[in-house]
């Protein structure tokens, strides 16, 4: 289907052979927002990458579909291309690499053959109101990427990479992680104000974002497996009450 | 802009010699070919008398055997020299493909791509050059190729020349010294500052592309200049081997900053001896980027020799396929507070080599002097190879020094970073090679850093995936 991210059936393991997601299937459509729950080591971090394309994990069964077009084989870059995103948990820092022209470059690849290419000035003009929005001086555009980023710095530059490359659907792995409650707010503040309709999978452990987010669905994901879904009171039914009443 | 003429019959200004008349030395080297070349160019007994104690201590000493492999060198098999006017041309369809493509895609204009590749005379850029000579004239700034020193300066000339790197410093600098020819002779005055960077690039021309250059930069008190050679491009050459020497005088108080990118073809030998002496609060940098020829030997050295006097080495290396970069630096401390940084960059790919060799020598009395050394290799896949060869010797006990060395490959999750972001393999890696000579790039002047830029990514786009 068009418009929509369709995972089925995927199972994951890594390069030596332990198996992490045995089957876990879900459909997001074009502007939902779908929260993943769960406790630690459940899968969800995986479940990102897998999404992405780690090299370090291997798909064995199921399928990822995104816009009608099958992304399960194909490498990081061609994925992106096709219109994912992924937020990363822990983003790496990269030395010498300058934060701007990498964000540039970035978009640009996105843009089809043939299509006008970001200039600089038309990329300070997207970037500086989207900066702002997060509580980024201009001063982020040239500092070398992620490098010498405080925690929070990181996670709100991966939520204003979102924003600039328009992704259609994009994963977020845990974007509250380690933030204090302004950061959060930017960060809450951004992703509701996000100008396109991207379809969002939200991995976090906490119900906190979720006072900022509202997703339309939850999903608890144990073992690898997602064991319950609903909408958003499931998240409050966490909060209350942990998640030990849940298990495959 | 009006278009210039691309190859011009006569020069006005200069140093071309347009009267030279066609001379050539017979293949190999002895007596009578030393003579013959001093002969043919004019030259006083001095230089005659230099340059045959240069060939005996040629003859004399052993090619090094503790850098890389020089043994496919064949001195006899070689011309030692060929007069400017007469040299011949390469055909342009005898231009290997790669080169061609290299230059199309870096997006080098065709007239100079002729000039790159050995096709044809010289690129033409006097008329910004002419203005700028005028300029530098006016404040009594001599810059001239180093033939025309000789007869043109010839008490300033004897008085610096072989002062810095002695005829019998090592074989190949003896060689250059017997057969020199071409390379540039620089002077600044006093208190001059040559804010414009000085460019071997505006007079570059095939006689000045010598294999046997030699350079000599004084700079007078209180002086400044940047001295810029050599090109990001490739050059394209028949010649295997390329023996430069560059001395360097920094008098009290005055900075010269020496800049080189090479990017011979991959035949060729690069054994450059290039060596600064820097006198009291005097300031050298040398910044030295070898991207191209088969196996490069070399080491940019700073003997500082008067109180306070700094010295700075930056050094790049990126050996490619069947390429063995050997090069660093040297940091010799002769005076109390003296301080010395070394930096060494190397990158290694597809089965290249490359070599960080160094030395730091603190004399006993060198009270309060600091040197620091950090060298640090990029390994992008498991057939290439790095190593480095650190010496110390340090017989003064008021001395601070450091040393740091890394070697790093391409992190995964780097790769796997930059690809989510819709970056290619090639483009990723070429980023964070980008990245990782940075510190040394970003003091380049723009178009080196931009022209380098564009090579490291399309050297990447051959090597992955």
């Known amino acids: 289907m068009k418009n929509q991210l369709v995972i089925t059936d995927l199972h994951v393991q890594t390069l030596d052979g332990i198996k992490i997601l045995n089957g876990i299937s879900l459909t997001v459509k074009e502007g939902?927002?779908?929260?993943?729950?769960?406790?630690?080591?459940?899968?969800?971090?995986?479940?990102?990458?897998?999404?992405?394309?780690h090299p370090g994990y291997v798909i064995t069964e199921g399928k990822i579909m995104l816009n009608n077009i099958d992304i399960t084989r194909l490498t990081p870059d061609l994925r992106a291309k096709h219109g994912l995103f992924l937020g990363f948990q822990y983003p790496v820092e990269i030395a010498g690499v300058n934060f701007g022209s990498f964000l540039r470059q970035a978009m640009n690849e996105n843009i089809e053959k043939g299509g006008k290419k970001v200039s600089p000035i038309a990329f300070r003009n997207l970037l500086t109101p989207a900066a702002k929005q997060l509580g980024f001086s201009d001063e982020i555009t040239k500092?070398?990427?992620?490098?010498?980023?405080?925690?929070?710095?990181?996670?709100?530059?991966?939520?204003?990479?979102?924003?600039?490359?328009?992704?259609?659907?994009?994963?977020?792995?845990?974007?509250?992680?380690?933030?204090?409650?302004?950061?959060?707010?930017?960060?809450?503040k951004s992703i509701n104000g996000l100008d396109h309709k991207t379809g969002l999978i939200l991995i976090t452990h906490y119900q906190r974002i979720l006072h900022y987010i509202k997703p339309q669905f939850v999903h608890i994901v144990v073992k690898g497996k997602i064991v319950k879904s609903g909408d958003e009171s499931l998240a409050k039914t966490i909060e209350e009450k942990g998640y030990e009443g849940f298990s495959s | 802009m009006k278009s210039q003429p691309v190859v011009k019959t006569s020069?006005?200004?200069?140093?071309?010699?347009?009267?030279?008349?066609?001379?050539?030395?017979?293949?190999?080297?002895?007596?009578?070919?030393?003579?013959?070349?001093?002969?043919?160019?004019?030259?006083?007994?001095?230089?005659?008398?230099?340059?045959?104690?240069?060939?005996?201590?040629?003859?004399?000493?052993?090619?090094?055997?503790?850098?890389?492999?020089?043994?496919?060198?064949d001195f006899d098999a070689m011309y030692y020299y060929i007069s400017p006017s007469e040299k011949k041309f390469t055909d342009w369809g005898d231009v290997p493909a790669d080169i061609k493509d290299t230059y199309d895609k870096i997006g080098i204009p065709q007239a100079e791509q002729?000039?790159?590749?050995g096709v044809g005379a010289q690129y033409d850029s006097e008329v910004v050059y002419h203005n700028l000579k005028k300029k530098w004239e006016d404040l009594g700034v001599i810059f001239v190729d180093t033939d025309t020193a000789l007869t043109k300066y010839p008490d300033l000339f004897r008085q610096y020349f072989g002062t810095v790197i002695p005829v019998s410093d090592n074989k190949l600098a003896a060689l250059n010294s017997a057969v020199w020819s071409g390379g540039s002779f620089i002077y600044i005055p006093k208190g001059v500052h040559v804010d414009i960077p000085l460019q071997a690039y505006f007079r570059i021309n095939a006689?000045?592309?010598?294999?046997?250059?030699?350079?000599?930069?004084?700079?007078?008190?209180?002086?400044?200049?940047?001295?810029?050679?050599?090109?990001?491009?490739?050059?394209?050459?028949?010649?295997?081997?390329?023996?430069?020497?560059?001395?360097?005088?920094?008098?009290?108080?005055?900075?010269?900053?020496?800049?080189?990118?090479?990017?011979?073809?991959?035949?060729v030998y690069n054994l450059v001896t290039k060596r600064m002496l820097v006198e009291e609060e005097g300031f050298g940098e040398w910044i030295d980027g070898?991207?191209?020829?088969?196996?490069?030997?070399?080491?940019?050295?700073?003997?500082?020799?008067?109180?306070?006097?700094?010295?700075?080495?930056?050094?790049?290396?990126?050996?490619?396929?069947?390429?063995?970069?050997?090069?660093?630096?040297?940091?010799?401390?002769?005076?109390?507070?003296?301080?010395?940084?070394?930096?060494?960059?190397?990158?290694?790919?597809?089965?290249?080599?490359?070599?960080?060799?160094?030395?730091?020598?603190?004399?006993?009395?060198?009270?309060?002097?600091?040197?620091?050394?950090?060298?640090?290799?990029?390994?992008?896949?498991?057939?290439?190879?790095?190593?480095?060869?650190?010496?110390?010797?340090?017989?003064?006990?008021?001395?601070?020094?450091?040393?740091?060395?890394?070697?790093?490959?391409?992190?995964?999750?780097?790769?796997?970073?930059?690809?989510?972001?819709?970056?290619?393999?090639?483009?990723?890696?070429?980023?964070?090679?980008?990245?990782?000579?940075?510190?040394?790039?970003?003091?380049?002047?723009?178009?080196?850093?931009?022209?380098?830029?564009?090579?490291?990514?399309?050297?990447?786009?051959?090597?992955?995936?």
């Open chain 1, 143 to 188: 500092r070398f990427l992620n490098q010498g980023f405080s925690g929070g710095e990181k996670k709100k530059a991966e939520i204003l990479q979102l924003e600039l490359l328009k992704p259609s659907f994009a994963v977020l792995d845990e974007p509250d992680s380690g933030l204090d409650v302004d950061a959060l707010r930017y960060i809450g």
């Open chain 2, 11 to 73: 020069y006005k200004y200069g140093f071309h010699k347009p009267e030279a008349s066609f001379f050539k030395t017979p293949m190999g080297l002895n007596r009578q070919v030393v003579e013959a070349i001093s002969h043919f160019k004019n030259e006083p007994e001095w230089m005659l008398q230099f340059r045959l104690q240069a060939l005996m201590m040629f003859e004399q000493k052993m090619l090094p055997t503790w850098g890389a492999d020089l043994s496919g060198i």
């Open chain 2, 207 to 267: 006689a000045n592309m010598g294999q046997f250059e030699r350079t000599l930069i004084i700079a007078d008190e209180g002086s400044y200049v940047h001295y810029v050679e050599g090109c990001t491009a490739p050059i394209y050459t028949t010649d295997s081997l390329h023996a430069a020497v560059v001395e360097i005088i920094v008098k009290k108080g005055a900075r010269v900053r020496y800049t080189t990118i090479q990017n011979w073809s991959n035949n």
């Open chain 2, 290 to 465: 070898n991207l191209g020829a088969k196996v490069t030997m070399k080491y940019p050295s700073v003997i500082l020799n008067g109180k306070g006097a700094k010295g700075e080495v930056l050094s790049l290396a990126f050996a490619g396929k069947g390429q063995h970069q050997d090069a660093g630096g040297k940091a010799i401390h002769l005076a109390p507070y003296t301080t010395s940084t070394i930096t060494s960059k190397s990158v290694s790919v597809g089965g290249g080599r490359s070599s960080y060799r160094g030395m730091v020598k603190i004399i006993n009395g060198a009270k309060g002097s600091k040197s620091f050394v950090r060298c640090d290799a990029l390994l992008l896949d498991e057939l290439s190879r790095s190593d480095t060869y650190p010496t110390n010797i340090v017989n003064e006990e008021d001395v601070t020094l450091g040393h740091e060395a890394s070697v790093s490959k391409i992190g995964e999750e780097q790769l796997f970073y930059l690809m989510s972001r819709g970056l290619s393999e090639a483009a990723a890696t070429g980023l964070i090679v980008n990245g990782f000579i940075e510190p040394i790039v970003k003091e380049l002047p723009l178009e080196y850093a931009v022209e380098l830029n564009r090579l490291i990514n399309l050297s990447m786009e051959g090597s992955v995936g």
């Open chain 1, 32 to 53: 939902e927002i779908h929260a993943i729950m769960g406790p630690n080591g459940g899968g969800k971090s995986t479940f990102a990458q897998a999404l992405m394309g």
């Open chain 2, 114 to 117: 002729k000039y790159l590749a």
